[in-house]
């Protein structure tokens, strides 16, 4: 018996089966296969044995790859291989055999062998292969709207800015917030949300058929433009599909529109990486989120210098009491007539040992931004109470002291009693504190403030609208408010010598202070021709450069001194034991 045609134990089985089989040597000759593998080729055993199996029974085209696998399992005997390989069929049908592959160990009677089982796998790898393109279609495609995901959209940002590089070209980042859609969704519904934000998606791709578009997050999309040399042409973009998406929606019978606020960067100039331009792009749309109406906000190296330090300060901020940073510096007000001192208005400064002097108008909004308000005001009051005790002490007549209260301080709900509790413990007379308030402070929550106001004013402290004629300038309620000053804004003193009388407006404003019992503070004297004018229209008080810049406590004093204190108050209330 020839070697080639010997047929092992077992094999008898198979050979009538459903399942392909064949016999092949060490090197892949094929020494033996089933009929119905011989059924599924129409070939006759004669016409494969002796041949290499993959040259008889694979197609060409991919014969090479089948050979090269089964060069790497010759040498690994001791399990079984799985090789998977198309078949060569006389009708040139596609058919996919799994073949799996098991050594047949030699023995005295028969040499080394493989023995092959090979299963037709064609229907369910055409399945597995759908499959999987589905999931990867699923992985980097967002469902609701078709696009691709955040994470698929960074890949291929990254290879966009490679060639634009090469190019000389850039590549802009549009990142589109849809302004508050948390409460459409809310409101309208999911379904109704969903419907928006594959709407958006469309108008989106049909701005910028040709760009990368995803879905970035929830109610966030980003657009890659590619092919263009200036920022210009990525703001172009990006106004044309902000005007796209705010015309409206009709969805099942009513109509809905949509504000959104977008955020662009460029590469290289704003970042060589994906991940860069996306982080500064989201900068920017955060900035667009604290301005009124869509804007969009390019990003630019100052931005991202102004986000850091705002950030840098806020850490900052935290300590900065305890460390004695903040400092108290005051403003004399002098009497219009005598020009006395009267009172002294408090001024918050922030000195950082490292970045040096910061203005109250940018760390009074951090401080209200990261709730540090409260704390920060109360040091201010109690260091500004502090102090006019201590210049009672030294025997001046007792002055007004005006503190600046934000509006966050006020609504806070233990401010009336923290005020109280401070003046108790600095033995202050209430008359002798002013609080400053902005309109806006006031406005925000005219209820509770004038609740608040008013337990302050009938213990006595005065209230002073600041910034007076620059908001909105609710009249009717001043009364309510108990305000008995208004601080003249210093736009009032800016001349205006286009205008006919340049003094109208002021003369308008302090009449109108007067007609109301009030007592009228000028802000911003800086120079004779503001005190000209100002004594010509009669305000009460005037404060600015020309008397004094805020100064130090040591500096107030000998301003005290100069000037001389015109106490306001009679001597006979109660709480100025200290006054001489
Ligand atoms: P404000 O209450 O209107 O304070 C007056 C501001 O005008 C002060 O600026 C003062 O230095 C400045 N000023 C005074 N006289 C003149 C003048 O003749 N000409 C000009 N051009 N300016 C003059 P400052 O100290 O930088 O304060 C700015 C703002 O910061 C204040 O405006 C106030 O709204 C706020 N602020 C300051 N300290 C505090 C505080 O302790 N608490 C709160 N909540 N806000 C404060
Ligand atoms: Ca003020
Ligand atoms: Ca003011």
Avoid at 23 to 43: F, K, P, Q, S, T
Avoid at 174 to 196: Q, T
Avoid at 361 to 387: D, N
Avoid at 532 to 560: C, I, K, M, N, W
Wanted: charged content about 25%; some cysteine; proline content about 3%.
């Amino acid at each position: 018996m020839k070697k080639v045609h010997t047929v092992p134990s077992g094999y008898e089985q198979e050979v009538h089966g459903e399942v392909a089989t064949m016999i092949v040597d060490e090197v892949g000759i094929i020494e033996h296969a089933n009929e119905h593998l011989l059924r599924l080729g129409g070939w006759d055993l004669k016409m494969l044995v002796g041949k290499v199996w993959y040259d008889a029974l694979v197609p060409v085209n991919v014969r090479m790859s089948v050979a090269q696998r089964f060069g790497f399992i010759v040498n690994v005997r001791n399990e079984p291989h799985y090789v998977e390989a198309p078949l060569i069929t006389p009708n040139g049908q596609q058919r996919i055999i799994a073949w799996t592959f098991t050594a047949q160990h030699e023995t005295d009677l028969e040499p080394f062998r493989w023995r092959a089982v090979g299963i037709d796998v064609t229907h369910w790898i055409k399945e597995r292969d759908l499959l999987v393109a589905r999931i990867d279609y699923e992985t980097v495609h967002d469902p609701l709207t078709g696009l691709m995901n955040g994470v698929t959209f960074r890949g291929m940002v990254d290879t966009l800015i490679r060639s634009a590089i090469e190019r000389e070209e850039i590549v802009g980042v549009i990142l589109l917030n849809i302004d508050r859609f948390r409460s459409i969704d809310e409101i309208a519904g999911r379904e109704i949300g969903d419907s928006l934000l594959f709407e958006v998606a469309q108008r989106i791709k049909r701005c910028r058929g040709n760009d990368i578009i995803a879905r970035w997050g929830g109610d966030e999309f980003t657009i890659a433009v590619s092919g263009i040399r200036t920022k210009e042409e990525v703001e172009a973009a990006a106004r044309h599909i902000a005007e796209h998406i705010h015309s409206p929606y009709h969805i099942d019978g009513r109509s809905f529109h949509l504000h959104t606020r977008i955020g662009l960067s460029v590469a290289p100039h704003d970042g060589a990486r994906a991940d860069d331009l996306m982080q500064h792009v989201s900068v920017a749309v955060d900035v667009a989120k604290t301005l009124r109406g869509d804007h969009i906000v390019s990003f630019s190296e100052a931005l991202g210098r102004q986000i850091e330090e705002q950030v840098v300060l806020e850490q900052e901020l935290h300590g900065a009491i305890e460390r004695g940073e903040i400092v108290v510096v005051y403003q004399a007000q002098v009497d219009a007539v005598t020009r006395e001192v009267v009172g002294v208005e408090a001024l918050a400064r922030w000195y950082h040992s490292r970045l040096g002097e910061i203005s109250p108008t940018v760390f009074i909004p951090i401080a209200e931004g990261i709730g540090l308000i409260r704390t920060l005001g109360l040091h201010i009051l109690r260091e500004s109470l502090l102090q006019a005790k201590q210049w009672r002490e030294m025997g001046y007549p007792p002055f007004r002291m005006a503190v600046n209260i934000s509006p966050r301080q006020l609504g806070h709900p233990t401010f009336v009693h923290d005020v109280f509790a401070l003046l108790a413990t600095t033995d202050t007379d209430p008359r002798f504190l002013e609080l400053e308030l902005t309109e806006s402070a006031v406005m925000e929550d005219m209820e509770s403030a004038t609740e608040v106001l008013q337990s302050l004013a009938r213990s006595g402290i005065s209230i002073a609208l600041d910034d007076f004629g620059t908001g909105y300038s609710c009249l009717a309620y001043l009364d309510q408010l108990q305000v008995s000053t208004i601080k003249l804004d210093r736009i009032f003193l800016r001349s205006s010598s286009h205008a006919k009388d340049p003094n109208a407006l002021l003369r308008g404003l302090i009449a109108l202070g007067k007609a109301l019992d009030l007592r009228i503070v000028a802000e911003g004297v800086e120079n004779e021709e503001h005190i000209a004018r100002l004594d010509h229209e009669g305000a009460d008080v005037y404060q600015g450069f020309f008397f004094s810049r805020p100064l130090t406590v040591d500096e107030v004093t000998r301003l005290l001194d100069q000037y001389g204190v015109k106490s306001e108050f009679d001597k006979e209330t109660p709480l100025t034991e200290n006054d001489n």
